[in-house]
């Protein structure tokens, strides 16, 4: 593929197929995006809405492992456009990508201090953490004025800032110290998630199911007052179903980490297709599984929609389980997302080293370096780490940045198989092991016309500061790839490109002590 072989190939198909499980996380955004499901479609988006966003995360996945299977590179996403379609579109599917797999971090890890705040401070410890939690100015909390809920949550925005950046310094160390250890924590997740997800879904139905099956597929429009207020304005049924495809759509995403790491992984041809695959679709069962134990569980779906952004944590809360049960089960879910968000700066670290490698980011000299010593790309981990927290900083609210991380992320994702869609028996003749055959055009379609539906509920109020982003990042790119960019960057070397960097690529190997 025209690259040294910097990094080190550690890891094996199951590993890699942990990172991307551990990525999705179905008790990551399985959890904290589930009040979205209840305050759109009820029951029925929770559970048939699901499987629909699951179904087409799964086609994505097939169609994206197509492409792996024939250019199993670190810059994943980026370098299949940038060979697709060419060095401009490839340019662009980086920074869209790089932008969501930002939001990837940024939003489990709020995700992961507002777990640990309400599960385990408040919910094991039992400490009062109003102080920590943004409060609701309409109505006022009992007893509090205006400004003294104002200041609260002022209050509440700092402590979080500070919980995040702690969490992430500690990802980022561990990503620091080599893919050896992110690989055994991952491995780890790949199993808790699984064995909590089982547990947790026996806890629902054993001491809180009504076994009312009716309510898994009957669609209630809950937007505006009924949803409290989680989706402000009330909108149409077929809106309503958009909007809380979120719901799956922001929890099974990330699984291109199987594809960031190939590089690190051992017949990446093979595994990498199969590890994204996997991961998406025991996500989807398992996940599917769990939400109709939370919609089953529900003593009244009303009052749980009423409850917004607090619906599933008062379900935890008030379910007659044993309490040392409830307090172990609260704890492997804080670390679960603790890991999730790990594995998901581990991908990003690998597409800032991938499209620096390039020469495509501002100071790529810098990012591109790897450390001799761990073999990890360790300018770019800390870099990743950084823009992760700022993240939080100019968007604080989870929502938001949920929804930002599967717009951006899936608009990445059809970027190559839109060019794939154009290059296939064209200029795209060389494939890899695992194939789609007749099934990959229409497929392909599929994807690109399901992605425009995404685009249309991504910026759908409460996300709707998502807008500033994305027309921001449009006018940016534009403006940096015709002012600059089109004359400078090369992209990623192609055909006789690849012949000249023989010797750079034998040299910056020995230099690592080998191809590793």
Request: glycine share 10%; with cysteine.
């Amino acid at each position: 593929m025209g690259y040294a072989q910097e990094l080190s190939r550690r890891m094996g198909g199951f590993s890699n197929f942990a990172i991307s499980f551990s990525i999705i996380c179905i008790l990551a955004g399985g959890i904290t995006s589930f009040p979205l499901a209840m305050a759109t479609g009820s029951g029925f988006e929770a559970t048939i809405g699901w499987i629909v966003g699951g179904l087409f995360a799964l086609l994505v996945a097939s169609c994206l492992g197509q492409i792996a299977s024939a250019y199993p590179t670190a810059g994943a996403l980026y370098h299949w456009s940038s060979i697709l379609g060419g060095r401009g579109w490839g340019w662009a599917t980086a920074w869209i990508n790089l932008l969501g797999l930002i939001f990837v971090v940024a939003s489990v890890d709020v995700g992961v201090w507002l777990l640990f705040r309400d599960l385990v401070l408040a919910g094991v410890f039992h400490i009062d953490v109003t102080a920590w939690t943004v409060l609701a100015t309409d109505p006022l909390p009992a007893g509090m004025t205006a400004d003294q809920v104002d200041a609260n949550n002022t209050h509440a925005y700092y402590v979080q800032v500070v919980a995040v950046s702690l969490i992430v310094l500690a990802q980022a160390l561990v990503n620091h110290f080599g893919i050896k250890l992110t690989t055994l924590l991952t491995d780890f997740s790949g199993y808790l998630i699984l064995v909590v997800a089982v547990v947790l879904t026996a806890m629902f139905l054993i001491w809180g199911a009504t076994w009312d099956f009716s309510r898994l597929t009957t669609f209630v429009n809950n937007t505006g007052e009924p949803g409290g207020g989680y989706v402000p304005e009330a909108r149409t049924a077929l809106i309503a179903f958009l909007v809380g495809l979120l719901y799956p759509l922001y929890t099974i995403t990330g699984f291109d980490a199987s594809a960031h790491t190939s590089e690190e992984t051992a017949d990446a041809r093979r595994a990498v297709p199969r590890g994204m695959i996997h991961s998406v679709f025991w996500s989807l069962v398992f996940g599917f599984v769990m939400a109709v134990s939370f919609v089953l569980a529900s003593p009244d779906l009303a009052a749980t929609a009423k409850d917004g952004a607090n619906a599933w944590f008062n379900l935890f809360n008030n379910l007659p389980a044993p309490t040392f049960l409830k307090d172990i089960i609260a704890i492997a879910i804080v670390v679960a997302n603790f890991i999730c968000a790990l594995a998901g700066l581990t991908s990003t670290s690998r597409m800032v080293y991938a499209f620096a490698r390039d020469g495509g980011l501002p100071g790529s000299s810098m990012w591109k370096q790897v450390s001799p010593k761990w073999r990890t790309p360790v300018p770019a981990i800390w870099l990743a780490a950084v823009l992760s927290v700022a993240a939080t900083l100019y968007s604080p609210a989870f929502a938001a940045l949920a929804a930002g991380c599967a717009l951006f992320l899936y608009i990445s994702y059809a970027m190559p198989i839109a060019a794939g869609l154009l290059a296939e028996g064209k200029t795209w003749t060389t494939f890899g092991p695992f194939r789609l055959g007749v099934f990959s055009k229409p497929m392909g379609v599929l994807v690109l016309l399901g992605t425009l539906v995404l685009m249309y509920a991504g910026i759908q109020p409460p996300f709707d500061i998502l807008i500033n982003y994305a027309i921001g990042l449009v006018v940016l790119l534009v403006l940096l790839w015709f002012g600059l960019e089109r004359r400078r960057f090369a992209g990623p070397p192609i055909g006789a490109a690849i012949a000249k960097r023989q010797a750079e690529i034998a040299a910056a190997e020995a230099s690592l002590g080998g191809a590793g």
